[in-house]
């Protein structure tokens, strides 16, 4: 047994390629590449003076998220891994997980995957009806997924899918569609998500229209109508032999998220980047949400970390 | 006191012995010192990732009464002093604005500060130069940084000359430099091909057979090598012949030429696309060599051959079908493929060698002669000068992933798309760079992508299929069938930008329209009776669910209901069922004297019910771009004079001259079809006719090095 401490890693790229219409977490437009390629080095610095502190640690799990990692900075992720893999000791086995958006993986994005050693996708991939994905507010169509689909090719990158239920139009049919469509693209694990309508977000304002729409393809579910459609997707699930391994995660056996499952348990987890939550050692410290100011002192854990709190013990 | 880990301040504070603002005063150790951080510049972050590169920076601004000049000091991650001369500007009016300026800009660490009041013009110069300062240590195009684009941009040349650019140039970077002393080693060869991918492994391999030591590099891994794609798209091959039962007589090249050159307004480079047309079949034999069995290697479309009965001329423009799955056959993958090729290359030259996961940085120069390249090992990040006798080819793939690059470079497909950071799939660019910066120049425009907004239409129910569309305004707009898929396009990209293309068919023809469109890019593949089948399938799933429509298709039993499930309404709607009915005449008539659209590509539209669906604008749906470096007939790289750069050559996506103005396609996979076909034909040249132009030995002054 290793006499390492088993310990997973955060790394937050918090770019979203244009302003979402239905989050609110620290998320950064895509607007300005230079500032995208400031970010990715601030992270190399932080993650650079935090690693000598962590020597006794194995990495069990990586996370690249918070965001859409993919298509940022593919160049500059590809290096923060590579690098990260020589300052960090991983295990042999690390699940490395980076999130993408469909149409928005290159080939850079792969050749960074590959000098990261990614083995898994996560996609955001929200639905394949294109009148529920435009009610929401998504910025490119479901079938951009295609595209993204033939450039990972052979790859053996495993494919995680993001979806939401209860969203406006959406029927069991339409659910069911969009699942069976995952399933062909050869998803490893499914991740539900209820539709969460968030306060002053522009997807609020668009749902306050739709409740005086008389378009079935604008109805937005009711609490009954949606609890429905995610216990359909539940049984769907279940039939199809995606097992629940944490809640609203379903995975084929032997592909679950080792880094949700991990952190489900309370290990030690150490976050880099905007917003970066990390428990180690008792307390739990989150990183400031300022990008200038993160970019500036991302190496001075006093000057980038907001909070710090005792966790329970 | 002590100083503080990250992981002890974490504790200490956690503790809640302090809060994290009093523990923000504990001096912390650990924190990276010198360039190289905390393992210095051998440690395994690999060296220097500031902020700044430190040192002292200036720059001038326009303020209200002339240029103001802004110096400032970095150290690595801070501003560390300020100095501002305004001193043209008028005093009574500026009184203290620069102390207060440099007050602002360095407590705030910044440029983006408020301007003083009653000094405004003079401040925006202040904060114009402060920024420039910022980019300049930042490393950074001002342009990129601060989003004021120049354009036009007029560049001084060292003779005095002038050269206008009438796009950005600031995706285009500088050089990198290399230090001599960081060179661990080198390797010369006859030829150096960067890229091992669809136009870089066969033309190592012809280079190989044609009697050359050659190298070729690529920074993929061999292990986990990908292609993606793999449809190989061309005309008159043994495969075509074996598999489809298409005779390789079918096709005359000269027909193939005539419908290039005039979808692409005469644009193409004559001799790439002669060379193409004339040769690409046997050159597909020539690479399907690496089969086992050719028969085994599987089609693409699927095509009905039974008594010949396909019409391969579709309107005005041939289309073809011969798409090879190169993954098939036993090979596994087109990533194998490639690997294969160059394999045989390697069999045939025993001297020649393939390096995997090294990637290229820059061309190395004696003069105006490109003789070799720097690239830079992924494993140990070590730096290798492979020095070439008679050429280096660039096979680096796009810009698509580039996005300032790409929006730069193919204007028509930003402009159609104003509000889209258009992305893409396929590389980074960084091939043309390199060989921008040594001499060359971009093809000249329009430039193409594969796809995006110039057709608006990713893949609707049928592909990209040309029936009846209608716009917004429920009017028809153009001919649907002017040219291959994404020629024909191109009016769908000038509607308006928040609407949809609508294609409009019925139940009574359906099958014929989807049987019968031209065999191109992003067309239905499989058009057999079975295929025909699970449409309808579809089709009946659309009609049961009524206004709610379903796979994106809506239908009704009359255009007035089907009109109002798309959104129709009052005039609109009126129009709607005009322009159908209108359409359906001409088909009738077989002549279209709207739009002329040639009469075996439309199909009648009057037997309910009847089917639409709405197709929106997708310009981040571009697969790779297919601009490239100004290429001549045989592949080598222009310069501003449009004179070839001794020793520069390239292929595939890094080439230009094969798609000018838009991605015709008049079949599946003519992109990887003209990437393998020239890149082995560029081989060849390079193999039997270019000139040796250096010795292979280090250059005594290069570019990229110091």
């Not at chain 2, 200036?58 to 000091?73: I, L």
């Not at chain 2, 005359?252 to 005539?258: M, S």
């Not at chain 2, 120049?441 to 995006?452: N, T």
Request: glycine residues 10%; contains cysteine; aromatic residues 10%.
């Amino acid at each position: 047994m290793s006499s390492l401490t088993p310990m997973v890693l955060d790394l937050r790229m918090p770019f979203y390629p244009i302003k979402s219409t239905y989050d609110k977490r620290t998320l950064v437009e895509m607007q300005d590449p230079a500032m995208v390629q400031a970010y990715v080095q601030a992270l190399r610095r932080e993650a650079e003076a935090a690693a000598a502190d962590y020597a006794d640690c194995e990495i069990l799990a990586v996370h690249i998220g918070g965001g859409i990692a993919g298509h940022a900075d593919d160049e500059g992720l590809g290096q923060l891994l590579r690098d990260m893999r020589r300052g960090f000791h991983f295990a042999d086995d690390a699940q490395v997980s980076l999130k993408l958006h469909p149409g928005m993986v290159s080939v850079e994005t792969l050749n960074a995957c590959q000098r990261g050693r990614v083995n898994r996708l996560s996609v955001d991939y929200v639905t394949s009806d294109p009148f529920e994905s435009e009610a929401i507010g998504r910025f490119l169509p479901p079938n951009v997924m295609e595209t993204t689909m033939m450039v990972l090719g052979n790859s053996p990158l495993a494919l995680s899918f993001d979806l939401i239920t209860g969203l406006p139009g959406q029927s069991e049919a339409s659910l069911m569609r969009t699942l069976d469509q995952v399933k062909a693209y050869g998803a490893k694990e499914i991740v539900l998500h209820p539709l969460q309508i968030i306060p002053e977000t522009a997807f609020a304002d668009r749902c306050r229209e739709y409740a005086s729409s008389t378009s079935p393809r604008r109805h937005l579910p009711n609490e009954k109508e949606s609890d429905a459609l995610w216990h359909a997707a539940q049984a769907w699930c279940a039939q199809e032999g995606y097992l629940p391994d944490s809640p609203g995660r379903f995975a084929l056996p032997g592909w679950e998220s080792n880094y949700h499952r991990l952190m489900a348990e309370g290990i030690a987890s150490l976050g880099f980047g905007l917003g970066a939550v990390t428990r180690t050692d008792g307390a739990e410290a989150v990183n400031i949400s300022d990008l200038s100011s993160y970019i500036r002192y991302a190496p001075d854990p006093t000057k980038i970390i907001a909070t710090v709190r005792p966790l329970a013990m | 006191m002590a100083k503080l880990s990250r992981r002890d301040f974490l504790k200490y504070a956690g503790k809640g012995a302090i809060g994290a603002a009093a523990a923000s005063m504990l001096p912390l150790s650990g924190l990276a010192e010198g360039p190289g951080g905390p393992g210095g510049p051998g440690g395994p972050f690999g060296g220097p990732a500031s902020l700044y590169t430190p040192g002292t920076y200036t720059a001038t601004g326009t303020g209200r009464n002339g240029d103001v000049t802004v110096t400032m000091t970095f150290d690595e991650n801070n501003i560390t002093d300020i100095v501002i001369d305004i001193s043209g500007e008028t005093q009574e009016i500026v009184g203290d604005a620069a102390d207060k300026l440099t007050k602002a800009m360095f407590d705030k660490q910044s440029a983006d500060v408020d301007a003083v009041t009653g000094a405004t013009l003079t401040s925006d110069g202040v904060k114009e130069a402060a920024a420039k300062c910022i980019a300049q240590a930042k490393g950074v195009p001002y342009e990129a940084l601060t989003g004021n684009v120049a354009d036009p941009t007029a560049i001084t040349n060292p003779d005095g000359t002038t050269t206008y650019y009438s796009m950005r140039r600031s995706w285009l970077g500088e050089a990198p430099q290399i230090a001599e002393t960081d060179i661990a080693g080198e390797y010369s060869a006859d030829v150096i091909v960067i890229g091992a991918n669809y136009s870089g492994a066969p033309c190592f391999r012809m280079a190989c057979e044609k009697g050359n030591t050659c190298i070729v590099i690529d920074s993929q891994s061999e292990e986990t090598f990908n292609s993606y794609g793999g449809e190989l798209g061309h005309f008159n091959s043994t495969w075509q012949e074996k598999v489809l039962g298409v005779p390789k007589s079918t096709f005359d090249p000269t027909d193939f030429i005539d419908s290039w050159q005039l979808q692409s307004a005469g644009r193409a480079q004559p001799d790439l696309i002669r060379k193409f047309a004339q040769r690409n079949g046997e050159i597909v034999d020539w690479m399907f060599e690496v089969y086992d069995d050719v028969a085994q290697v599987t089609s693409v479309a699927t095509i009905d051959q039974k008594d010949n009965k396909y019409n391969y001329k579709k309107g005005h423009f041939w289309t073809y079908p011969a798409t090879a799955n190169l993954g098939s056959g036993g090979m596994g993958s087109s990533g194998n493929f490639c690997k294969a090729q160059v394999q045989k290359g390697l069999e045939a030259s025993p001297d020649s060698r393939a390096f995997y996961e090294m990637t290229a940085k820059v061309l190395i120069k004696d003069g105006d002669t490109v003789c070799g390249v720097i690239c830079q090992d992924e494993k140990d990040g070590r730096y290798y000068r492979f020095m070439s006798k008679k050429a280096v080819v660039l096979a680096t793939g796009d810009f698509s992933a580039n996005s300032e690059m790409y929006s730069a470079l193919c204007t028509e497909v930003q402009e159609c798309n104003p509000y889209t950071r258009l992305t893409g799939s396929g590389r980074s660019g960084y091939g043309h760079r390199m060989g921008i910066w040594a001499g060359g120049v971009m093809e000249i425009g329009p430039r193409a992508a594969m796809g995006g907004a110039t057709s608006a239409l990713p893949m609707g129910f049928f592909g990209a299929a040309g029936g009846l569309w209608i716009n917004k305004y429920g009017k028809r707009f153009c001919n649907e069938c002017f040219g291959v898929p994404f020629v024909a396009g191109c009016q769908s990209a000038r509607q308006p930008i928040n609407s949809s293309i609508v294609q409009v068919w019925d139940n009574g023809h359906w099958r014929e329209f989807a049987q019968n469109q031209a065999l191109g890019h992003f067309n239905a593949a499989d058009i057999s009776d079975a295929k025909m089948d699970e449409y309808q399938q579809k089709l009946d799933e659309a009609y049961a669910a009524g206004p709610a429509g379903a796979n994106g298709v809506f239908a009704a039993d009359d255009l007035e209901t089907l009109a109002s499930y798309l959104g129709f309404e009052g005039k609109e709607a009126e129009n709607f069922v005009e322009a159908v009915k209108t359409y359906d005449s001409y088909a009738e008539a077989g002549k279209d004297p709207d739009y002329a659209k040639a009469p075996d590509m439309m199909f009648r539209i009057n037997e309910g019910p009847f089917y639409a669906e709405k197709i929106t604008r997708n310009a981040n749906l571009v697969l790779v771009t297919l601009a490239g470096l100004f290429v001549d007939g045989n592949g080598a790289v222009l310069n501003q004079d449009f004179e070839p750069i001794p020793g520069l050559f390239a292929v595939g996506n890094a080439s230009g001259g094969r798609f000018p103005l838009q991605y015709t396609s008049p079949m599946n996979g003519i992109s990887i079809g003209m990437a393998t076909v020239l890149g082995a034909l560029t081989g060849e040249y390079i193999g039997e006719e270019a000139p040796v132009v250096s010795s292979g030995d280090s250059a005594t002054s290069a570019l990229g090095t110091k």
